[in-house]
């Protein structure tokens, strides 16, 4: 793994140049070679043993690091016997549709013995993202952060941090979590809930058996650290804390926002946000815990325990205190359903909106949409007993559509222009029968099925507001749009408003990102430019609720000129 590169004369010749390029004008990237060998291997946690998928070994997986402007080479080589893709989550894959990873989206998954080599460019983003497997519920296991640096010469708007810690939340199944979704969907109840959260693949010290499974970050006092935050977990939003210390937000979804203080920060399955940690100035004779647990505003079960991991300070050369028990602090934890911290901290997030990182927030509209997105039901199979609400199957949806996964990959369909019996041009931009969304839900709670998608002309700019409903109670969703960022320009509790709350909406510096919490019990409001080419998938990132069917994909139609267009697929885009 790392950077390796090609060795002809002719590159030789290139590459001096390019160098020197590089030394005169921190314009160009370079290309960076990675392989991920996808295998099964043993780990153990809470004193249980399984086997688990992974890549080169690691769980979590490798880090990705990349600077602003590189191009990327990825090649994933499938030794398990499922069927695998990977999602550079949050990555804008410019005209590179066909490296986005979402399987039976924008490829077939790479079958057991083969390979696909994933090919991007990182293209006016810098910060923290993260990678994924994209194919059921592999990716409790399949996740590594990537680190996107400025281009050469160029700063942060923040001081420059003494060191750079990547943070990754995740939760951890005793059982196979394939084996958790599988049984799940044949019995249309919920599925089991995981057994821990993990800080970089570790529950820590208050989960049994697991004082030595414990994250530990050390630092020295007066220093300052860069955390970079990701939530890889499947299906909680958490929050965080670390005792008795500040952090400053300065990033999300690897956009820079407007840095604001706080002892406690809300991060949702999909996002990232990188925080910056001032250490006390002298030694505190302490250690602090750092912890995570779920926000919860579902009527389901979940996974009601804590994640801690420890922040201790080095001590003094030849002083004593490494020797002697410290005191210990915890930090206190919001409710686990306090929605109004929730509302409050995402109010906070601003776009920096300066003149080298302007918010360009769409400030006309194309089109309008109005998606409903929450939980419902699908009918029993005959001759079976389901365990969904009164003998149903439990169902989730966009617009009342539970999206139905294609068996061959819609960006090839697409493409080459063969979407018959694979898509059709026709979900609803509103809801077919609308209702009083967040009061007394209706007495059909039924889902349809189908394999729908919006098409959009190149350029369209986009303004869709995603109204969560009380079918089966409220409950907020962390929306993931692929290929694009969005601006969230409002949002609210209730019924959305279109007469009233547009005048509410911040189109100067509202922040910039790859997923948003739909308030349980209301709306939010997001505006985008349709600038790439190519068929991007949205869902929740709440890995039950995908798996239920709350997902629909949007395609862009190429523009005219070239540099608008879709590139054409890799000679070894895999398979269906």
């Known amino acids: 793994m790392g950077v390796f590169l090609l060795s002809s004369p002719a590159f030789l010749v290139f590459f001096s140049f390019f160098t020197f390029c590089l030394l005169v004008d921190p314009v160009f990237g370079i290309t960076r070679h990675y392989k991920f060998d996808v295998k099964l291997h043993n780990v153990t946690r809470l004193c249980h043993t399984r086997s688990i998928v992974s890549v080169n070994g690691q769980f979590p997986g490798p880090r990705i690091v990349a600077r602003e402007g590189d191009q990327l080479l990825i090649k994933?080589?499938?030794?398990?016997?499922?069927?695998?893709?990977?999602?550079w989550h949050g990555i804008r894959q410019l005209r590179s549709g066909w490296a986005d990873g979402p399987a039976y989206v924008t490829q077939c998954p790479i079958q057991t013995g083969q390979s696909y080599v994933y090919n991007f460019?990182?293209?006016?983003?810098?910060?923290?993202?993260?990678?994924?497997?994209?194919?059921?519920?592999?990716?409790?296991?399949?996740?590594?952060?990537?680190?996107?640096?400025?281009?050469?010469?160029?700063?942060?708007?923040?001081?420059?941090?003494?060191?750079?810690?990547?943070?990754?939340?995740?939760?951890?199944?005793?059982?196979?979590?394939?084996?958790?979704?599988?049984?799940?969907?044949?019995?249309?109840?919920?599925?089991?809930?995981?057994?821990?959260?993990?800080?970089?693949?570790?529950?820590?010290?208050?989960?049994?058996?697991?004082?030595?499974?414990?994250?530990?970050?050390?630092?020295?006092?007066?220093?300052?650290?860069?955390?970079?935050?990701?939530?890889?977990?499947?299906?909680?939003?958490?929050?965080?804390?670390?005792?008795?210390?500040?952090?400053?937000?300065?990033?999300?979804?690897?956009?820079?926002?407007?840095?604001?203080?706080?002892?406690?920060?809300?991060?949702?399955?999909?996002?990232?946000?990188?925080?910056?940690?001032?250490?006390?100035?002298?030694?505190?004779?302490?250690?602090?815990?750092?912890?995570?647990?779920?926000?919860?505003?579902?009527?389901?079960?979940?996974?009601?325990?804590?994640?801690?991991?420890?922040?201790?300070?080095?001590?003094?050369?030849?002083?004593?205190?490494?020797?002697?028990?410290?005191?210990?602090?915890?930090?206190?934890?919001?409710?686990?359903?306090?929605?109004?911290?929730?509302?409050?901290?995402?109010?906070?997030?601003?776009?920096?909106?300066?003149?080298?990182?302007?918010?360009?927030?769409?400030?006309?509209?194309?089109?309008?949409?109005f998606f409903t997105v929450g939980l419902g039901t699908s009918p029993c199979q005959h001759n079976q007993t389901c365990q969904g609400p009164n003998g149903t199957k439990f169902a989730a949806s966009v617009n009342n559509v539970s999206f139905a996964m294609p068996t061959s990959a819609l960006l090839q369909a697409h493409f080459f222009g063969q979407s018959n019996g694979v898509y059709t041009p026709d979900f609803p931009s509103t809801p077919l029968t609308p209702f009083n969304y967040t009061g007394s839900p209706p007495n059909n709670t039924m889902v349809s099925n189908g394999t729908k998608v919006v098409v959009l002309p190149f350029n369209t700019s986009v303004e869709l507001v995603m109204q969560d409903t009380s079918i089966l109670g409220a409950e907020s969703h962390p929306l993931h749009l692929h290929g694009f960022n969005f601006f969230i320009v409002g949002q609210g509790f209730g019924n959305f408003d279109p007469n009233k709350d547009p005048a509410k909406f911040n189109l100067i510096d509202p922040v910039e990102r790859n997923t948003v919490g739909v308030p349980s019990g209301g709306w939010v409001a997001i505006r985008f430019l349709a600038d790439n080419p190519g068929v991007w998938f949205m869902h929740c990132h709440l890995e039950v609720h995908t798996s239920w069917g709350l997902k629909m994909a949007w395609i862009v139609l190429d523009g005219e000129l070239p540099t608008q267009k879709l590139l054409p697929p890799p000679a070894d885009l895999p398979k269906c």
Request: proline content about 9%; glycine content about 6%; overall charge positive.
């Open 76 to 87: 994933v080589v499938n030794h398990v016997p499922n069927n695998v893709s990977i999602h």
């Open 121 to 369: 460019t990182i293209i006016g983003q810098r910060g923290t993202l993260f990678w994924h497997a994209h194919i059921s519920w592999l990716r409790a296991t399949l996740y590594g952060p990537i680190i996107i640096l400025p281009k050469r010469g160029i700063p942060y708007p923040f001081s420059k941090p003494y060191k750079e810690v990547p943070i990754v939340f995740g939760e951890w199944f005793n059982a196979d979590p394939e084996a958790v979704i599988s049984q799940a969907l044949q019995t249309g109840g919920g599925p089991n809930v995981s057994d821990a959260y993990t800080i970089n693949g570790l529950p820590g010290p208050l989960y049994n058996c697991s004082a030595k499974d414990t994250f530990k970050l050390k630092v020295k006092p007066g220093k300052t650290y860069l955390l970079r935050l990701v939530n890889a977990a499947l299906n909680d939003e958490l929050f965080f804390s670390m005792a008795n210390h500040t952090l400053t937000v300065v990033d999300v979804d690897a956009v820079y926002v407007k840095p604001f203080k706080t002892e406690t920060l809300l991060i949702t399955p999909g996002q990232t946000t990188n925080v910056i940690l001032k250490t006390k100035p002298s030694y505190p004779n302490a250690t602090f815990f750092m912890t995570a647990r779920p926000y919860v505003t579902g009527q389901g079960t979940f996974d009601n325990s804590t994640v801690a991991g420890i922040l201790a300070y080095e001590s003094p050369p030849n002083s004593l205190h490494s020797s002697i028990m410290l005191p210990l602090f915890k930090p206190i934890l919001p409710a686990l359903n306090d929605t109004s911290f929730a509302t409050k901290f995402g109010n906070k997030l601003r776009s920096l909106a300066s003149a080298q990182y302007p918010a360009n927030v769409p400030q006309k509209v194309d089109k309008h949409f």
